[in-house]
């Protein structure tokens, strides 16, 4: 903040100091955080800013965000005193794609005694919705697969194995 000074004369002489100060208010130092950098695509977290009293966000968002893809939110700050005084800051919300889980039975249909084999792919690790493996059910049976990548991401997938009645055979 600066005080500046000026004197004038008229044309007769006189003359008059007046003077001004020119106040300089400092640009806000905006912070920009989600409270979840990462998340699986579905997902939400929040955004939000701090370090001035108003905020513009963009894209466009409230303090929920779920991104699709990963997307950087830019917010620009201005203080309470000028709204000239503003400043922009920055933060990344990174998305992973939820994997692609895919439930198998080998073979897909079997007859009522015989085994199948059933399998997942896609994930880490997964969690079965009855046990799998190397089955022979007595019926139709469809299996769910909840399947979990690197990133902790989940989907799942379904496969129905198909039990067929052994031929009744009469002997005369």
């Given at each position: 903040t600066t005080p500046y000074f000026v004197t004038g004369t008229?044309?007769?002489?006189?003359?008059?100091?007046?003077?001004?100060?020119?106040?300089?208010?400092?640009?806000?130092t905006v912070i920009a955080t989600a409270s979840t950098a990462t998340l699986c695509k579905g997902s939400s977290t929040n955004i939000s800013a701090s370090g001035a009293v108003t905020y513009a966000w963009t894209p466009a968002s409230g303090p929920v965000v779920t991104p699709g893809v990963t997307t950087t939110y830019y917010v620009t700050g201005t203080d309470g005193t000028s709204s000239a005084c503003?400043?922009?800051?920055?933060?990344?919300?990174?998305?992973?794609?939820?994997?692609?889980?895919?439930?198998?039975?080998?073979?897909?249909?079997?007859?009522?005694?015989?085994?199948?084999?059933?399998?997942?792919?896609?994930?880490?690790?997964?969690?079965?919705?009855?046990p799998a493996g190397v089955v022979s059910p007595a019926s139709n049976t469809t299996y769910n697969v909840t399947g979990t990548d690197n990133n902790g991401c989940v989907n799942t997938s379904t496969v129905t194995l198909v039990v067929h009645n052994l031929p009744v055979v009469t002997a005369v």
């Open positions: 008229d044309g007769n002489g006189c003359k008059n100091t007046g003077s001004v100060v020119l106040t300089v208010n400092p640009v806000p503003k400043s922009t800051a920055s933060t990344t919300v990174v998305v992973y794609q939820l994997p692609t889980i895919v439930a198998s039975a080998l073979p897909t249909a079997i007859c009522s005694g015989s085994l199948s084999t059933i399998a997942a792919a896609g994930g880490k690790t997964y969690l079965w919705s009855i």
